[in-house]
C-alpha cells in the first residue's frame, strides 16, 4: 500500500478547538498530518516583520497595507513551503483549520499521483467555497477534472505543492508586499502556475473565520480605490496572457496522457 502523501496543517498555538476539529475530521477518514505552528502576526517584532515583509513593495503593488494578521498568515505558508523542501518531498497538501471534507481524500490522493509532479501549484478548495468562470479544463480521471479559471481562485485553505513549487514560492517572497493567496495568483510573477482539481473535495468552514489571516478590528486599513482599479488593468492584461500558456501546457499534459 503506497504512503500517505504529507499534509502540513497550520494552526495557531492558541487554537486547541480549530486543532481537535481538525483532528476529528481528517481522522474520521484515517488521514494522518503534522501540525504547523502557525505565525501569529501582532506577536511579531518590527525587526521580524521587516525579514520578509516590505512596505515599500507593499506601496508599489498593492492598494492598502497589510495586517499583522495577513503578515503572520504568509509567514506561516512560507513554514510550510521550508517543510517540503527540507524534507525533500515529491509534494504535499497544506491545509489552514478552517475546512471541512466534503469527499474521500484518499481520492483526491490518487489523482494528484496522476499528475506526476509536473504541476506546481494544485488548488483543492476555494475561498469562502466562491465560484469562478471556467476558462478551460480537461479530465484528470475518472472523479474529477484539471481546471483553469480565467484567475486563479484566492484563498489558502488547502492546495498542494510541489517541491519545485514550494522552491519557487520561496524564492519569490524572499520579499513580499502582497497577502499570500493574492501573490499565488500572479503567476506571471511567480512562475508558479495554479490550476484546480474540481470537484473540491475540501470546503472552507464558514462557521470559522480565519484565525491567521483575518484583519482584527484594530487595525486601520487604508484602501486606495484609483490605485486599485490601475493595479486591477495590468493584472488583468497580464493574468490574460499567462494563463494562455497554462492552458497550452495542460492541452500538451492532456495530450501526452490520453486524456
Known sequence: ????P???????????ERLEKSTERLGSQNVDF????????????EDEVAAHYSAEMNSDKFYRPLS??????????RKAWQRIVAQKLDYATVMEGDFRLVGELTQVFEALETLNGQWDLVKLA??????????????????????IHNK?????????????????????????????????????ETGVPAVSLMPYYIEQDLEF??????????????????KRKKQQIIEKLNNRSATSQVIKQLQSWALSHNV
Open 1 to 4: 500500500m503506497k504512503e500517505q
Open 68 to 77: 499583522r494578521g495577513e503578515i503572520g498568515c504568509y509567514f506561516s505558508h
Open 152 to 188: 486563479a481562485m484566492t484563498g489558502c485553505c488547502a492546495q498542494a505543492i510541489t517541491y519545485a513549487g514550494a522552491q519557487k514560492l520561496l524564492a519569490f517572497s524572499e520579499q513580499f508586499g502582497r497577502p499570500v493567496d493574492t501573490d499565488i495568483q500572479h503567476i506571471w
Open 34 to 45: 503534522e501540525r504547523i505552528d502557525a505565525v501569529h502576526g501582532k506577536s511579531l517584532s
Open 209 to 226: 473565520d480565519s484565525d491567521i489571516s483575518q484583519i482584527a478590528k484594530g487595525d486601520t486599513i487604508k484602501k486606495k480605490f484609483l
Open 6 to 16: 504529507k499534509i502540513f496543517l497550520i494552526n495557531l498555538k492558541n487554537s486547541t
Open 126 to 147: 476555494a475561498y469562502n467555497n466562491r465560484e469562478r468562470p471556467i476558462r478551460y479544463k480537461t479530465p484528470c480521471n475518472s472523479h474529477f477534472d484539471l481546471v
